[in-house]
């Protein structure tokens, strides 16, 4: 079991040999003697636990070097525990840490059999604090199996999560690129019985179409050129499981019926193969194409869209999930500050007021991915509009007034000369010196009656 890290900062050097010999048994020691070499390693290891004493050099005989570590401790690792070492003489400087933020303070000389009471308090606390957190997290509304939305049409996505999960039903997920269908998917697989199981999804779109049927299917040895070996397809990969099929409408019509004849039959037959293998799979499928359209068009089966679409989950585009927006930004914010260690504090102001009123096209991986770049190309403190690579509001409220005043101005000079003329547009267009058809497109595009 990896053991828990303990920073001792004390400028005292025998002080810190003999603190480390009694504790290294129980934790990771790490020892530092002033400020510079202490937060060096604060920012590098984060260590659950820090005792520190608040005379350093080059000033051991004042204070200031040690609420200056304490204060930086607090501000970046909020919950790192901080025990005051100090003497009787400096009462009311520890008292006066502790009011700041620091765990506990102790006097020297020190007194190794009560000082390890005191750690293995404070690790205790810290670990039982971590599991709140945690336990918070999972537990909170604003989450729901990987996924985030206190948004009321993602409240109806968990919901209908929750039914369709134990059940077997196929499920039809149906959202714009890049708001979530796979998560979805995997929530249902996760909340049903087949959790222990494999869950295997498929991008119908990214395979080509001579490939595809043998991905799904499998096929027998020396079925076709380059058939060395027998192979199980998708559907027997996912035994007992889930087979998830991204951007079924890609899916090429011959293969729609073998998919249809799996869902009424549960049987497969692998390409070259003649006898038929039963298979216990539930198909779970996405689109983010029209079915409806394509059904009319000669381009998806009917039959096959109302076997997959016992149930319906229609995932909201991010522009409709106004609530949702700067939660889904902050989420992916936090995430990537860890995953590059960075000391990134939050958006600036100008950067959220232009997430929110941004249409996010791409949808949450579109925000994912802005964030995730910016994070590493940022090198100030808060995250800004150039760091996003997107305008501020003020410019598109420039460009929005403008438009709007060209058009404004466009119709009223439409409208006198057609009064100028009493109606006769080819009139009015030579007056305009534009041509009639130009005319006709204006007063369509300005809501003018003709």
Known sequence: MQKQKLLIVDDDEDLRTQMKW?????????????????????????????TLDLGLPPNPAGVEEGFAILDHILDEYSHTKVIIITGRGEK???????????????????????????LRRAFHVSQLEQEQREMQHRLSGDTFEGMIGTSPQMQDVFSAIRKVATT???????????????????????LSIRESKPFIPINCSAIPENLIESELFGHEKGTFTGAHVQRKGRFEMAEGGTLFLD?????????????????????????????EIDVDT???????RDLEEAMKNGKFREDLYYRLSVVNIS????????????????????????????KIKGFSSQAIE?????????????????????????????????????????VKKERIVLKDAREKLEKEL?????????????????????SRPTLYDLMEKLDIPK
């Open 22 to 50: 009694a504790l290294t048994a129980d934790y990771d020691v790490y020892l530092a003697e002033d400020r510079q070499s202490a937060i060096a390693i604060i920012n590098k290891e984060q260590p659950v636990v820090v």
């Open 92 to 118: 009311e400087y520890a008292l006066r840490a502790v009011e700041n933020g620091a765990y506990d303070f102790f006097y020297k000389p020190i007194q190794l059999d009560e000082l390890k009471v005191v």
């Open 168 to 190: 077997d039903a196929p499920v039809l997920i149906r959202g714009e690129s890049g708001t979530g269908k796979e998560l979805v998917a995997r929530a249902i697989h996760r």
């Open 247 to 275: 951007e079924i409408g890609d899916l090429p019509l011959t293969l729609q019926v073998k998919l249809l004849r799996f869902l009424q039959e549960k049987t497969i037959e692998r390409i070259g193969g003649r006898e």
């Open 282 to 288: 539930r198909v779970l499928a996405a689109t983010n």
């Open 315 to 342: 995932l909201p585009a991010l522009r409709e999930r106004n609530t949702d927006i700067i939660l889904l930004a902050k989420n992916f914010l936090n995430r990537y500050i860890s995953e590059n260690r960075k």
């Open 354 to 394: 232009s997430i929110e009123l941004y249409s996010w096209p791409g949808n949450i991986r579109e925000l994912e991915n802005r964030i995730k770049r910016a994070v590493i190309m940022s090198e100030g403190k808060k995250i800004t509009l150039e760091d996003l690579e997107m305008e501020s509001v003020a």
């Open 414 to 434: 439409i409208l006198k000369a057609i009064a100028r003329n009493e109606n006769n547009l080819t009139k009015a267009a030579l007056d305009l010196r534009i």
